[in-house]
């Protein structure tokens, strides 16, 4: 068994365009710090769409402190919209980290 940590970002409206022509640049530095490219989940017709950006990815091998780090370096338009949700395989929660009140919630 490996140890995977999974890893959720949401963001602020704003902060989280998937659109293909106008490809946010933030989100593209999320990308590469994650090492992954994100989707753009396209909701049903006549149905509500999802109104904050989500990434949802996971790491081997995970340093916690020095994601956080680059998150915040990340020049958001509202930072105070920005979480992360962190879960380790040995955890049955996901902690909380709220960007801009350096509080974590478990």
Known sequence: MSYV???????GLEDGNLDEFERDPKIEKLEKLCEVNFLKAEAPMNTKAIERGVFVTAFRF?????????????????????????????????????LTHNTEET
Do not use: A
């Open 62 to 98: 995970f340093d916690r402190e020095k994601f956080i780090n680059q998150v915040k370096s990340i020049d958001w338009e509202y930072p105070e919209c920005v979480q992360i949700l962190i879960n380790d395989h040995d955890m049955e929660l996901f902690d909380v980290i709220n």
């Open 5 to 11: 940590t999974n890893v959720i970002i949401l963001t």
